[in-house]
């Protein structure tokens, strides 16, 4: 039986099109500092400014806005695959655990590959130029981009953009393609290593949204691929302090 789409679909699909534009601008602007300040200062990390945290959470909440007052006019739970077949706790943990084996199985690729210690310096070079230092600016971007993001951005890039398009589009695959472009776009600043990471992990999420679990099981996968780096980045910059100790020591035995 053929979805019925609600009748503003398309609106709400050109709205999360041109939101990818505005994150793919940001994302070139931002890859364009990196690299200026990588130039400028060496392995030497910029953080950001105290108001990146409040920016954060304000997007967010403008994006929750956005999708709660459109709901049933311009998308609804069938039209972006959101299941309720499986009990949504179930869904988030079977996310989360999917995550687990991909960060489990991508760190043994790295390690034979021998690639992990330098995914392991990009990954941190970009959670600490993303991550404020003062208290509250650093709570208020974690409630942003752990809590809201991984709904905000699922419900839109997944939800709408895949699978509300492929309907809409009749194609599946070709909305999955658009979405694997607007997904390298949304993480450019991140680098080359860091692009095929979240191509797997756009795989993973689409999987995730036409199996049994839906699109809660692509939110949970996202939940736990946003809150481990920021758990871990006190452990990631003392081994990345380590990493560079060594090096120069390294470099001046030499």
């Known amino acids: 039986m053929k979805t019925e789409l609600p009748p503003s679909s398309l609106m709400t699909i050109c709205f999360v099109l041109f939101m990818s534009t505005v994150y793919l601008l940001s994302g070139i602007s931002q890859r364009r500092l990196i690299k200026k300040q990588s130039r400028e200062k060496g392995l030497k990390v910029e953080r950001p400014k105290a108001s990146n945290g409040s920016s954060m959470l304000t997007i967010q909440m403008s994006l929750i806005f956005f999708l709660l007052t459109s709901y049933n006019g311009g998308w609804n739970f069938t039209s972006v695959g959101l ?22 199985a991508l760190t043994k690729i ?103 679990f839906g699109l809660i099981g692509a939110i949970g996968f996202h939940f736990a691929g946003d809150i481990y780096p920021f758990m871990l980045v006190k452990k990631s910059a003392i081994e990345y302090r380590n990493r560079r100790r060594n090096k120069r020591a390294k470099t001046d035995f030499n």
């Open 83 to 104: 299941k309720f077949e499986i009990a949504p706790i179930i869904s988030l943990i079977v996310g989360n655990i999917c995550y687990i084996l991909f960060v489990f």
């Open 110 to 212: 790295l390690k034979i590959f021998k690639l992990l210690e330098t995914i392991e310096d990009d990954t941190y070079r970009v959670m600490v130029r993303l991550i404020p230092r003062q208290k509250l600016a650093k709570v208020l971007l974690l409630i942003g981009a752990c809590v809201f993001n991984p709904i905000t951005e699922e419900l839109m890039f997944r939800g709408i953009l895949v699978h509300q398009l492929g309907l809409f589009l009749n194609n599946t695959w070709l909305a999955i393609a658009l979405g694997l472009f607007v997904n390298i776009g949304n993480h450019v600043y991140q680098g080359s290593f860091q692009i095929t990471t979240h191509t797997i992990f756009y795989l993973i999420v689409v999987a995730l949204l036409y199996s049994p």
